[in-house]
């Protein structure tokens, strides 16, 4: 009998020791993945803010740009040639599932994607790809929906999109080479006060708005170019 009641203490013992031992072995798992966590850092160069969609509200209304309500104004916009038409090339690809009827920018955009993807293109010999370009207030509402990242319709931080000036620009399968060229690419554009470029947080794309000095500023490249040329 005794021995019975010894047997039945040694087991339930090795049982208590084998349960703490996985215990704390599922304790230290679950405190590595939780350190790894707390140490992830977002800081990118180009960080979004409420002062910056402020101030580009405050552009758009100064240079009179209307916010484009719906698919028929959009339509009496692009056969006005207000906006522009973007052409896929082997530096510039538009992603599939964006409708043809949303394939337009301002002007100035358009200059500033096809000289930038042709640059990465020259770089990388990799194509850019553009996820987003004009939206309506009609589509952005339902974006809003599914999208909590998705700018406003209307107000001082209401989106860029509504006016054809901005595109979202895939950063996804960028290496990190290619993700520094671009940094450094959008960079001095910024600080001439051309662009304002966003690296989004909850999507893989750059958010980059593109200001009417653009295609100006372009041409005066061109010609300065030129002129170095024939000296």
């Known amino acids: 009998m005794r021995r019975d009641i010894r047997a039945t203490w040694l087991i339930c013992l090795v049982l208590v020791a084998l349960t703490a031992q996985g215990f704390a072995a599922s304790r ?60 896929q090339t082997p530096a510039l690809r538009i992603a599939a599932n964006l409708k043809e009827t949303r394939r337009y920018c301002k002007p100035w955009t358009r200059d500033f994607v096809q000289d930038f993807s042709q640059a990465f293109y020259n770089e990388f010999k990799k194509p850019i790809q553009v996820n987003s370009a004009v939206r309506t207030v009609q589509q952005q509402k339902k974006l809003r929906r599914r999208n909590r990242n998705a700018g406003p319709i209307e107000g001082e931080t209401a989106s860029t999109h509504l006016t054809g000036i901005s595109l979202d620009i895939s950063k996804r399968g960028l ?57």
Do not use: C
Not at 56 to 71: C, G, K, S
Not at 209 to 219: G, I, K, L, S
């Open 28 to 87: 230290t798992r679950y405190s590595h993945r939780h350190r790894r966590v707390r140490h992830l850092h977002w800081n990118p160069m180009f960080k979004g803010s409420h002062e910056m969609l402020v101030k580009q509200n405050e552009i758009i209304d100064t240079l009179e740009l209307p916010r484009i309500a719906d698919d028929d104004e959009l339509i009496d916009v692009i056969q006005n040639e207000e906006l522009v038409e973007l052409q």
């Open 175 to 231: 290496t990190r080479a290619q993700h520094k060229w671009v940094e450094e690419y959008f960079l001095p554009l910024k600080t001439l006060g051309l662009i304002d470029p966003i690296e989004e947080r909850r999507q893989a794309v750059f958010h980059v708005v593109v200001f009417d000095r653009y295609t100006e500023w372009r041409e005066s490249q061109q010609v300065a170019t030129e002129t170095n040329a024939t000296d």
